[in-house]
């Protein structure tokens, strides 16, 4: 999926999920779901990093560390596709957080944001490799990305499912 479909979807499946499980005011609830909608892009930081690497003229030595840090460790649809890195940040943020609020709540929408990732990589092609190091793909439909019925479909269904939740909630 493109950045704009991770977006979208993120958007308003995270806006359903607030509503009937964490049961928070609607205001509240569309604030979370935007972060939620604007983390969505953390597991393709490798990507980002790649693209933002080859453009950029006057690499400062961040961007460098940053660059042979995410070529080295982090393969596309490895490590932060996995569901390893969601399942740790929910044993700690439930576990050992308990008087760290802020905190707490950070990281819920940081584990959202990756597990509803997850899920819509689910439709592509490559599908994820949910329990990384095993070599098994999930997929749940087979979308190409950036193609027409990509685009049609998963964007104008993104699109329904925001329209439903303001008409029924808001």
């Known amino acids: 999926m493109n950045g704009r479909s991770h977006f979208l979807w993120s958007l308003g499946l995270s806006m359903w999920i607030m509503h009937y499980f964490f049961k928070t005011r609607v205001s509240l609830n569309?604030?979370?779901?935007?972060?939620?909608?604007?983390?969505?892009?953390l597991p393709d930081i490798d990507i980002m990093m790649e693209n933002k690497y080859s453009k950029e003229k006057n690499r400062s030595l961040f961007n460098r560390f940053m660059y042979i840090f995410t070529k080295t460790f982090l393969k596309h649809r490895t490590i932060t596709h996995s569901i390893w890195i969601p399942v740790i940040l929910?044993?700690?943020?439930?576990?050992?957080?308990?008087?760290y609020y802020l905190l707490k709540t950070f990281l819920r929408i940081v584990y959202m944001s990756l597990l509803l990732h997850i899920f819509e990589d689910t439709f592509t092609v490559m599908g994820v490799r949910l329990f990384y190091p095993l070599n098994i793909n999930f997929r749940l439909f087979r979308f190409r990305t950036n193609s027409y019925s990509h685009s049609c479909v998963l964007n104008i269904t993104a699109v329904?499912?925001?329209?439903?939740?303001?008409?029924?909630?808001v």
């Open 30 to 41: 569309i604030v979370i779901s935007f972060l939620i909608a604007f983390l969505s892009w």
């Open 160 to 169: 329904i499912i925001i329209s439903l939740f303001i008409y029924f909630y």
């Open 90 to 99: 929910i044993y700690f943020s439930e576990f050992y957080l308990s008087g």
